[in-house]
């Protein structure tokens, strides 16, 4: 194509296009292998906008995996099948949920341990450590504590107590 001044646009006989401008597509562009964006010396490097002014149900459709960079390390990314890795931190501000079991994984050990598991089915926890409670605690049930699988205290929901070892009364008890 040629406007006063020179060639604007070039397609050859393999079809491999140059615009001297910006192109413009009215409908949709179908790729057949690879999309590759160049980093553009008008804007932030790499920078790709998605303009969602156009009234659909998603913005953006990605059909497979999505990851991000910095360099060559990966920083974030989200499977195919919707499992999300993130390099350093995940942050919110409302509510996390999980549909499923609730694991938290410490990764310093050899093989990785679980640190802690909240259960989906049932809502019972587990923490490799000491689980710290600040403020006021309410127990709706019984309350057992143990060292491995042998039972060393236990309130039970009638109030009744039972303790493996000496119980130590520090300050003034009343006893009915």
Do not use: W
């Not at 910006?22 to 932030?44: C, F, G, P, W, Y």
């Not at 009234?55 to 360099?71: K, N």
């Not at 390390?73 to 609730?102: C, E, P, Q, V």
């Not at 679980?114 to 490799?128: Q, R, V, Y």
């Amino acid at each position: 194509m040629r406007a006063s001044g020179g060639i604007k646009a070039t397609i050859n006989k393999d079809g491999a296009s140059s615009f001297a401008g910006a192109m413009q597509i009215k409908s949709t562009l179908l790729v057949d292998d690879t999309l590759t964006i160049q980093n553009s010396i008008d804007s932030e490097n790499g920078k790709v906008i998605i303009d969602p002014s156009i009234h659909t149900s998603d913005c953006v459709q990605i059909q497979g995996g999505l990851s991000i960079y910095s360099a060559l390390d990966k920083n974030a990314s989200i499977s195919r099948s919707g499992a999300g890795f993130f390099a350093t931190s995940l942050s919110t501000n409302g509510g996390l949920t999980a549909k499923g079991d609730f694991t938290i994984t410490n990764t310093t050990t050899n093989p990785d341990s679980d640190a802690a598991t909240i259960e989906a089915s049932s809502g019972n926890a587990s923490f490799a450590g000491t689980m710290k409670v600040v403020g006021a605690t309410e127990l709706n049930n019984s309350l057992t504590i143990k060292d491995g699988g042998t039972t060393k205290a236990s309130i039970s929901t009638g109030g009744n107590a039972s303790f493996a070892g000496t119980l130590k009364v520090v300050d003034a008890t009343e006893l009915n």
